[in-house]
């Protein structure tokens, strides 16, 4: 769902409306504006993004974070012709805050329609398509920028136009969002209701209930591990693996596509399994991974990244609709502590990379 941070530095040359776009893999300790940014917007603007759906309701407030998305996507013209790297910066920002609302709300709404038993099966099976998304976006962005030839010294009109050409894409989507039947619901009433249905006793969540609360802290713990790790990635297939980056860059969008498998596979599971017992499987297989990617030191251990990634999976949705669990009423403002939980990829990478910068990389992850 996030971005592999595969460490992108920009350096801006003297000649005329021209961007240098360097796949060199430096340390992410150097520069980490850009990832800093983009994940810190979540911390920043969950809670907001929550009190704005709990005032204006869910349509109006898909509709607030698609044009958050617009404003940012715009952004980047101006800054690529001034050649601004504080303005792609705060263009990222601004695009992440639309997305953090469209996490708060969009996480919500489909964990809180339809039953609670299966509230971790939908949200598995939506965020599937973000895994798709992060399997084809490398190779769509790399026609968009570079023509699919791999050249770094492009002119900027191909960058100022891919970006105009997203946000008016956006636009078209929160066009349709505005003539969309999107019925607002009452937590409140439809646990009542699904309770009275089934015989349970459910009795509603506070905001300080130990389930909300470690959810927030494992959703933090968990995405500043899955950032890291597609961070790392190249650093490893290079220094462990001694692979080209070419091969690394391929080995990590099979590990994006087994990623995306590993969800939709865990929405399949989640019909016969609960979602407490799937996800202690998936982070047993997780813990058993790297417990093997830090003992044995070769070159061929890259490749169990790959099946890492296969077991992080189910863990974002499933830690999501676990850790909101009966809140009712308090559902809004706990999925936003929760959402706030994916500001750990602004944390946990650039702790990785300073001990990437002081030890080798058999230690990495």
């Known amino acids: 769902m996030y971005w592999g941070f595969v460490r992108i530095s920009i350096r801006f040359t003297q000649r005329e409306n021209e961007l240098i776009w360097h796949y060199h893999y430096v340390a992410t300790t150097e520069t980490t504006y850009m990832q800093v940014a983009y994940f810190g917007a979540y911390f920043i603007m969950s809670i907001p993004a929550s009190f704005i759906s709990k005032r204006f309701g869910y349509k109006k407030t898909i509709i607030f974070g698609l044009g958050l998305y617009v404003i940012g996507a715009l952004s980047f013209y101006p800054s690529a012709t001034n050649l601004s790297y504080g303005g792609f910066v705060g263009s990222l920002f601004v695009i992440a805050c639309g997305l953090a609302t469209l996490e708060n709300c969009a996480n919500t709404y489909i964990t809180i329609i339809g039953s609670r038993k299966h509230a971790s099966l939908r949200i598995n099976a939506a965020q599937g398509f973000n895994g798709l998304a992060s399997t084809i976006a490398p190779i769509v962005a790399s026609y968009a920028f570079f023509g699919g030839n791999g050249d770094t010294g492009k002119s ?10 997203v946000a008016s894409g956006v636009f078209a989507i929160g066009v349709l969002f505005c003539f969309a039947n999107i019925p607002e619901v009452d937590e409140e009433t439809l646990m009542a209701a699904e309770a009275e249905e089934t015989g349970e006793v459910v009795r509603r969540a506070s905001i300080f209930s130990p389930h909300l609360l470690l959810g927030a802290f494992t959703q933090f713990m968990y995405t500043g591990a899955q950032v890291a790790l ?12 001694h692979m080209p980056d070419s091969r690394g860059s391929i080995l990590l969008s099979v590990g994006q596509a087994s990623f995306t498998v590993g969800r ?34 070769t070159p061929e251990t890259t490749y169990a990244l ?23 009423r308090n559902h809004k403002r706990g999925s936003a502590l929760i959402i706030m939980g994916v500001s750990g990829g602004a944390v946990l990478p650039p702790i990785q990379a300073v001990i990437h910068d002081h030890s080798n990389g058999h230690h990495n992850n």
């Open 156 to 165: 900027l009109e191909s960058v100022k136009w891919t970006y105009v050409g």
């Open 230 to 241: 597609a961070s790392m990635f190249m650093f490893y297939s290079s220094e462990v693996g």
């Open 264 to 297: 939709f596979l865990g929405a399949i599971l989640l019909k016969m399994f609960r979602p407490d017992y799937l996800m202690a499987v998936y982070a047993a297989g997780a813990i058993i991974t790297n417990i093997f990617v830090i003992a044995i030191k």
């Open 306 to 328: 790959i099946i890492l990634l296969f077991f992080e999976s189910v863990m974002f949705p499933t830690i999501f609709a676990l850790g909101t669990k009966d809140l009712g």
